[in-house]
């Protein structure tokens, strides 16, 4: 056999390879996308059952809003040991965790008694579990077959939120409507536990291996700058990053927990409110789509900017509706609040990846991702309480209002931000 016939057999051969490669690619980052929306849809779901639950225990909103607040705390500070456990035990065993977490949460909340029953599972159980097929592991499990592409894959895992929304929110309701809550809670157990089966027998071996065409070479620009968690904390940008983070999720959930009782309040339907912020989930992927285009045309500092005005727009008009409620009003708070509700975070995470890239940057993400899970716990408990207390809306409003700003200001003054 000639040199020539080599050569084309070997280049044949590559080019197999490489289809192959991305193919499975395409097939680990559906995988991602479906588990996103899963544990996004699923954790999302509760601000459906809030009311119903409330009213039928005679519980307050502060307690019940406990629950929500609960779940997105043990979430953020799942997020950093999520990694460590998914390098040491692999993608099979972090999923299947976090979804038989989920289905026996559910499963025990349709039988729950008490608000610590309710604070154990839908709080502590689904927190974790959202953490075990959230953000994390998606991101290491994807980087390792998209290498430089990586911010467009979790771009589109990220939208993931709003899939998981639309379906699962007005799911929820219709559910409640000719079920009951507790049954509609079991169907979401039974679901979570079911979908073990089929996830368990995928190609995990082969998932796990990542593509043979990438690596830190195949990012020329790729410069490992020694960054540990330690001298990382010693950055100005470490806290800049940690407290937009902390601020626009204190700002976004103290309203998105009680967004659907607001609209009931309001005069809305139950269904019609529940399937309204469940449409948010479809502009939530215009919006991150829009945020993430406008990032090349006009630049980081600008995009970010714009969407936290147009977040502030959204609070304005949900303090509208109370007033006027109307389906233009409605339509021009879904998508205007709605569509930014998540689409900051890949353009944060891109940053924090650029200034703390290197070999820890996961563990350094994990620990800035605290202060989301942080910031949306102490938001919508937060919330809970400025209902009850006041016994209406408006304080809330005004406090979401405050955090939001909080949230932009360090991409007002903080230079590392600024570039």
């Known amino acids: 056999m000639d040199q020539n016939t080599l050569r084309e057999a070997s280049r044949e051969q590559d080019e197999r390879t490489q289809r192959d490669a991305v193919r499975t690619a395409l097939v680990v980052l559906a995988l991602c996308f479906t588990l996103a929306v899963l544990g996004r849809g ?23 809003v406990s629950i929500y607040s609960l779940t997105w705390l043990i979430s953020g500070l799942t997020a950093p040991l999520v990694g460590r456990l998914f390098d040491h035990s692999g993608p099979r065993i972090v999923y299947a965790l976090g979804l038989f977490l989920l289905g026996s ?14 604070q154990l599972s839908i709080g502590l159980c689904v927190g974790i579990g959202v953490a075990f097929i959230g953000i994390v592991p998606n991101s290491i499990l994807l980087g390792r077959w998209f290498g430089p592409r990586l911010p467009t894959a979790m771009a589109v895992v990220y939208s993931a939120m709003g899939g998981g929304v639309l379906a699962l929110l007005p799911t929820s309701q219709l559910l409640i409507d000719h079920l009951g809550w507790r049954e ?50 010693r950055h100005h940008a470490f806290w800049a ?12 959930y103290s309203i998105a927990a009680q967004i659907v009782a607001y609209l009931i309040d309001a005069g ?87 200034i703390f890239r ?60 600024r570039e």
């Not at 949460?105 to 309710?118: C, G, M, R, V, Y």
């Not at 990053?241 to 976004?252: K, P």
């Open 105 to 118: 949460a559910f499963l025990i909340a349709a039988h729950a008694q008490a608000l610590w029953q309710f």
């Open 42 to 64: 699923l954790s999302e779901s509760f601000t459906v059952f809030l009311k119903p639950i409330s009213e039928n225990f005679g519980w307050d909103r502060a307690q019940v």
């Open 241 to 252: 990053l940690f407290s937009t983070f902390f601020f626009t999720a204190v700002g976004m």
């Open 358 to 417: 290197g070999k820890r940057v996961g563990t350094i993400f994990g620990t800035i991702s605290i202060g989301s899970g942080l910031g949306s716990a102490f938001g919508s408990w937060s919330g809970g309480l400025i209902h009850d207390f006041t016994h209406g809306y408006n304080l809330l409003l005004v406090f979401a209002l405050a955090s939001v700003i909080l949230g932009m200001i360090p991409f007002l003054i903080v230079p590392a931000l």
């Open 184 to 233: 509609a809670y079991q169907v979401y157990g039974f679901a979570a536990l079911g979908l073990l089966v089929p996830l368990l027998l995928l190609p995990w071996r082969m998932f796990a291996v990542g593509s043979p065409h990438v690596s830190k070479k195949t990012d020329p620009d790729f410069i490992d700058n020694g960054w540990t968690l330690v001298s990382a904390m």
């Open 268 to 354: 809305f339907p139950p269904l019609q409110a529940a399937t309204a912020w469940g449409f948010s989930g479809v502009v939530l992927v215009f919006g991150m789509l829009g945020v993430s285009a406008l990032d090349g045309l006009i630049g980081r500092r600008p995009s970010v900017l714009l969407s936290y005005a147009i977040s502030i727009i959204g609070i304005v008009l949900l303090w509208l509706l109370q007033y006027y409620p109307n389906i233009i009003l409605l339509t021009g708070f879904v998508v205007c609040f709605g569509s930014m509700m998540g689409s900051r975070g890949p353009l944060i995470t891109a940053t924090a990846m650029k």
